[in-house]
Structures are given as C-alpha cells and as structure tokens.
C-alpha cells in the first residue's frame, strides 16, 4: 500500500511566508526550479542505474531534451533525478513513477514547480505488509 501526502511549502521569515524552492535530498541542497520535476529515488547504486533511468525517463513526453542530458539529471550520490519540462507542458507523472517503479526502484517524494510560485511535495509511504 502506498500513501501519499500532498504538502504546499512556504517558509515563514520575519516579514510573514515566501516561497521555498530548495530542498535537501539526502542531504543535498536541490534548488527547483519552474518546469522541472525532482524525484527522490531509492535503489541508485551506480552509473548503470543512472543511464538506465536516464534514457527511461527522457523517453516521456514534454521532456526538454534541450536541458541536462535529453532532459534528465541523475545524481546517484545524492538518489534523485530531475526532469526538465517543456515551458507550459508537463510530464506525466504517474508515468514517470510507473517507469521508475517497474524498474526496481522505490520512489519516496516527488517535488514539482510547476507555477514557479510555490513547491508542491507528494511523499510515498510503502507499506512493507
């Protein structure tokens, strides 16, 4: 069983709420950016992994093959990989966990940045029962 949690991100300041646009992975400050998808990934053990995952997801439509390589970074240091969106298009992003998923990896938050207002955040839980 997978549950999922939806969370808006605004950090407070002294002058009230602004909007957040870095994150830490696994200990790694990740800025998103509008138009681009960060999902943390479980199972990045090496370079293999990394083009495996990289050619699956760049292979999604609305990818910017113009950014990163074909549209997709992959830091296996870190377990995540950013997908770069075409302005105004977005991936599919139940595509992207499905392809992630099917190839063996457990996926654990995805953030996305679609207005480039504010950060939404989905956390997986997965239910071991």
């Known amino acids: 069983?997978?549950?999922?949690?939806?969370?808006?991100?605004?950090t407070r300041c002294a002058f009230g709420f602004y909007k957040c646009t870095d994150y830490r992975v696994k200990y790694q400050k990740v800025t998103i950016l509008k138009d681009?998808?960060?999902?943390?990934?479980?199972g990045l053990v090496c370079s293999f992994c990394a083009?495996?995952?990289?050619?699956g997801l760049?292979?999604?439509?609305?990818?910017?093959?113009?950014?990163?390589?074909n549209g997709v970074l992959v830091d296996i240091e870190h377990h995540f990989a950013v997908i770069a969106e075409i302005s105004g298009k977005d991936i599919n992003i139940d595509e992207a966990l499905t392809m992630i998923t099917?190839?063996?990896y457990e996926v654990f938050t995805v953030y996305t940045n679609r207005s480039g207002e504010k950060i939404d955040v989905?956390?997986?839980e997965v239910n071991k029962n």
């Open 1 to 10: 069983m997978i549950k999922i949690v939806y969370i808006n991100c605004f």
């Open 36 to 42: 681009e998808v960060v999902i943390e990934i479980r």
């Open 51 to 55: 083009v495996g995952l990289q050619g």
């Open 58 to 69: 760049s292979s999604l439509h609305n990818v910017d093959k113009e950014k990163y390589i």
């Open 102 to 104: 099917k190839s063996g």
């Open 122 to 124: 989905r956390n997986f």
